[in-house]
């Protein structure tokens, strides 16, 4: 399938037949090396059995709104799942969706997002992926201040890339910064890789927001990960997205292993 060519009646057939599959990648902390929570990422499970990522299709997505819908979808397929091992989960379980600045100035999702708050078990992240620079209206300013006053928090994905600027910071009730990928896979070998984790460590400490490394695939990673002081890995290393139901069957397994 060609990169976000998909047309838009595609998309909805998709959709209303169930065809988006939440997937759940667990996010470990480094404190203790026990799942904190989980990345929610869908994936298209086409009739044919080919599984198609999101990056063919979120764009499109998008560009023809169908976006709130998918989200709204998965999120609460994401839910139910995880409310079925409700007592296994610890208090607090932090579920992080990625969201786009157009999604968070809907007041469908941001509706959504506030009852989800209430949630006993539940934290939830919304996290900012954009490709655009965004300045926040009046109106999804106050959207941010009801979600952040109820409990629901912010990370900036893919930090030091693209338009997740720093500028952000001062703008949105930031909890945790998500260094990006190409950081954290070439930590070992290039010194500027390093150097900017170690900054955004000593910038994040100051700002008392905690830091994830994402992309995390070796244990010689997170040792050196660890010793800069991240707060949260998250990677093939401790796990590929898997479907929620596999995900919950290995949660409880990896909670009482301390992983991996
Ligand atoms: P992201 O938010 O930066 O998500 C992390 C991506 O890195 C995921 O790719 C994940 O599978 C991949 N990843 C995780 N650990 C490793 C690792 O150790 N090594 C490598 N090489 N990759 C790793 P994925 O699932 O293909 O998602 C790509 C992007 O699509 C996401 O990047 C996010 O921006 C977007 N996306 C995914 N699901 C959703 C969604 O439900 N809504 C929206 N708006 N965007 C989504
Ligand atoms: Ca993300
Ligand atoms: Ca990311």
Redesign the pocket.
């Known amino acids: 399938m060609e990169n976000n060519f998909v047309s838009a009646s595609r998309l909805m057939r998709a959709l209303s037949n169930g065809e988006f599959e939440?997937?759940l990648?667990p996010i470990v902390s480094a404190s203790d090396l026990t799942v904190s929570g989980a990345?929610?990422?869908?994936?298209w499970h086409m009739p044919t059995g080919e599984i198609i990522?999101?990056?063919y299709f979120?764009n499109r997505?998008?560009s023809t709104g169908l976006?709130l819908s998918?989200?709204e979808k998965?999120?609460n397929r994401a839910v139910s799942g995880l409310s079925e091992i409700k007592s296994m989960l610890p208090r607090g379980f932090r579920l992080a969706?990625?969201?786009?600045p157009s999604?968070l100035a809907e007041r469908e999702f941001t509706q959504m997002c506030l009852a989800l708050a209430e949630h006993d078990n539940i934290h939830l992240i919304l996290?900012l992926?954009e490709l655009q620079p965004f300045s926040m209206d009046r109106q999804t300013e106050d959207k941010v201040s009801r979600l952040s006053d109820a409990g629901v928090a912010f990370a900036l994905?893919?930090f030091g890339t693209g338009c997740s600027v720093l500028s952000y910071l001062k703008h949105f009730p930031v909890s945790y910064i998500?260094m990006?990928?190409s950081f954290?896979?070439d930590i070992l070998s290039e010194k500027t890789s390093q150097y900017i984790v170690e900054s955004v460590v000593v910038l994040a400490g100051k700002l008392g927001i905690n830091t994830v490394a994402?992309?995390?695939?070796t244990q010689e990673q997170v040792t050196c990960l660890c010793s800069l002081g991240v707060d949260y890995l998250?990677?093939?290393?401790y796990g590929?997205?898997e479907k929620v139901v596999t995900f919950c069957c290995e949660y409880n397994q990896h909670q009482t292993s301390k992983i991996p």
């Open positions: 939440p997937y990648q990345e929610l990422l869908v994936r990522p999101p990056s979120i997505m998008e976006l998918l989200t998965i999120l969706v990625n969201v786009t999604l996290e992926t994905d893919d998500k990006d990928k954290i896979q994402e992309g995390v695939e998250q990677g093939f290393y590929r997205p």
